[in-house]
């Protein structure tokens, strides 16, 4: 069974900082894309980080040079470092993988997306 099981949202003000993590299991970690998607209080579904199995990285410009994705192999984990929270940051924050099918597709018609795997979601809560 596939499991992607986030965790560390929260509410802070602006410009604090959260960690997020999404523990996995049930499919080879080391072969996959993650992807850390956030729905917005629109019921907007964005694309906002995503590293590949070789390291390399994508971030929305909205949050390049805040936010930094990075995986461990040994505990099959995938994180999203965030600094310098802003108000528009908010929003339920969903890891993903098994999305290849959807290369390049930064917006989704919803979170979660009935295709790959996707985690049950964490809230984060930026005040000003």
């Known amino acids: 069974e596939v499991q992607l099981v986030e965790s560390g949202g929260g509410s802070v003000q602006a410009g604090g900082s959260l960690r997020l993590s999404c523990t996995t299991s049930?499919?080879?970690?080391?072969?996959?894309?993650m992807r850390w998607y956030r729905q917005g209080p629109g019921n907007e579904c964005e694309l906002v980080s995503r590293i590949r199995s070789d390291g390399s990285t994508y971030y929305t410009d909205s949050v390049k040079g805040r936010f930094t994705i990075s995986q461990d192999f040994v505990k099959n984990t995938v994180y999203q470092q965030m600094n310098s929270l802003k108000p528009e940051d908010t929003g339920v924050y969903y890891c993903a993988a098994g999305l290849s099918p959807i290369e390049g597709v930064e917006w989704l018609s919803a979170c979660p997306f009935p295709l790959g795997y996707w985690g049950q979601g964490t809230q984060v809560t930026v005040s000003s």
């Open positions: 049930g499919f080879t970690f080391d072969d996959s894309d």
